[in-house]
């Protein structure tokens, strides 16, 4: 059952990622009144399948300067890691269910960036290495400030796992109770997705494509894929912290979807953000902010107690 569970899982995955780049292309469209996506199938339905179809059936064209054996091995990496924090999935049954999943979460999630360094340094390219520096940048920035909003929760909750944010939110949401740190842990998710406005490792205007410059065909679709699956589960981590988490709820799944859109509103809307407002972003604001909700955190802690 386990085995079966996970391979369901893991299907869900791949298909909800085709259907959310199928959501961001339409939304992009209609935002910029165009239509998006609608030859393929009813409404443009199956343009997801097409795209990975023709994106696994292109030549692999490879770099000759590049180290051969990393670059091939990277992409896969890099989706293993994103499809393996799927784990983290709070079922009661059927999946494990860790005591220690915030932890396992920050371990996984640390992981991430090693993809980026390694894909744009066996590119041998020079753009691809200017992203890869950035995003190493990037990732020291922002990380210590989303590992304190994560055990500032786990302090006021006093449990390691995801399952106990829905029984401390029966009654009150914990968005409630901290709304500005909700979009500070928004903008971080943003930056560890690399998603805009904070995709400095993809930065098309200057870097091409950044640190997936040199990669195409199913190399370029197992960085995508894993970019995708990261953006949704981390839609999910945030409705099980801030917004209740009953994932036995419809409403649970409705809440993920609409998160979804705001990551594609939030790039519809905002231009990329400058590089070092970015770094005076992470240490000068969110960090005082986290370490200031910490002690409000502890205070209550200690009214109840």
Do not use: H
């Not at 054996?69 to 983290?88: A, H, K």
């Not at 400058?274 to 969110?286: I, N, P, S």
């Amino acid at each position: 059952m386990l085995l079966l569970s996970s391979l369901i899982l893991l299907v869900m995955v791949m298909v909800s990622v085709g259907f959310f780049t199928l959501l961001e292309r339409k939304v992009l469209g209609y935002m910029q009144i165009r239509k998006g996506p609608n030859s393929v199938g009813y409404l443009g339905l199956l343009q997801p399948f097409s795209d990975g179809f023709k994106l696994f059936l292109k030549e692999n064209v490879w770099p000759l300067n590049s180290n051969m054996m990393i670059y091939f091995v990277c992409p896969m990496f890099s989706l293993v890691q994103s499809l393996y924090i799927w784990s983290l999935f709070p079922y009661f049954c059927n999946l494990i269910e860790y005591n220690y999943s915030f932890i396992l979460f920050l371990c996984i999630s640390g992981i991430g960036v090693y993809s980026l360094i390694v894909c744009g340094w066996s590119s041998n390219s020079m753009y691809s290495m200017l992203g890869c520096l950035r995003s190493v940048s990037q990732a020291v920035s922002y990380e210590v400030s989303f590992s304190l909003i994560l055990l500032s929760y786990f302090l006021l909750i006093d449990s390691y796992s995801f399952i106990n944010f829905i029984k401390f939110q029966s009654y009150c949401w914990f968005i409630l109770i901290s709304f500005p740190l909700f979009f500070c842990w928004i903008s971080c998710c943003m930056a560890e997705t690399n998603r805009s406005p904070f995709d400095f490792s993809e930065g098309e205007s200057e870097l091409v494509s950044g640190f997936n410059v040199e990669y195409g065909s199913g190399s370029f679709a197992f960085l995508f894929i894993s970019e995708y699956s990261s953006i949704i589960f981390m839609c999910l981590v945030t409705i099980l912290i801030f917004l209740g988490g009953d994932f036995n709820s419809y409403l649970f799944y409705f809440k993920i979807i609409f998160l979804c859109y705001v990551f594609i509103w939030v790039r519809c809307s905002l231009p990329r953000y400058r590089y070092d407002k970015l770094m005076y972003l992470a240490w000068k604001c969110y960090l005082p902010l986290s370490l200031n909700y910490i002690l409000f955190f502890i205070f209550i802690k200690s009214l109840v107690l």
